[in-house]
């Protein structure tokens, strides 16, 4: 499958921004899909994961209760929707996809591995 990230942006400390993430698969809704990012000087680090229907989701400790995760499988797209922006938000964020069961998805993804990887869309706070 490939994955085409979208959405990014320069944006103020506080601010929202809504990344896409379009996927070609016509079965994109046997993915669970993920949300990574890199920050400059920094290793890529697991965002947050949604399953395949979309019911349930699991994110980093950091991003809990700011980041939200959805999808619209009708459209073939995954979203991440990000609020109350910080200055340490500043990365590249990058959309994966796995096959695997939802809880063998969240053990790889904290590890940063994926079975597909899209390119990744530039998110930059400002203070």
């Known amino acids: 499958v490939q994955l085409q990230a979208s959405g990014g942006g320069l944006v103020q400390a506080g601010g929202s921004l809504r990344l896409s993430c379009a996927a070609s698969a016509r079965t994109f809704s046997t993915y669970n899909m993920g949300w990574f990012r890199q920050a400059p000087g920094k290793e890529r680090e697991f965002v947050g994961v949604i399953s395949r229907g979309g019911s349930t989701t699991y994110y980093r400790d950091s991003v809990k209760g700011s980041f939200t995760i959805s999808r619209d499988n009708a459209k073939n797209t995954v979203y991440l929707q990000m609020n109350t922006l910080k200055p340490e938000d500043t990365a590249v964020y990058y959309c994966?996809?796995?096959?695997?069961?939802?809880?063998?998805?969240?053990?790889?993804?904290?590890?940063?591995?994926?079975?597909?990887w899209g390119q990744g869309t530039q998110v930059t706070v400002s203070s």
């Open positions: 994966a996809a796995s096959l695997s069961s939802f809880s063998d998805t969240i053990a790889t993804m904290t590890n940063q591995r994926a079975d597909y």
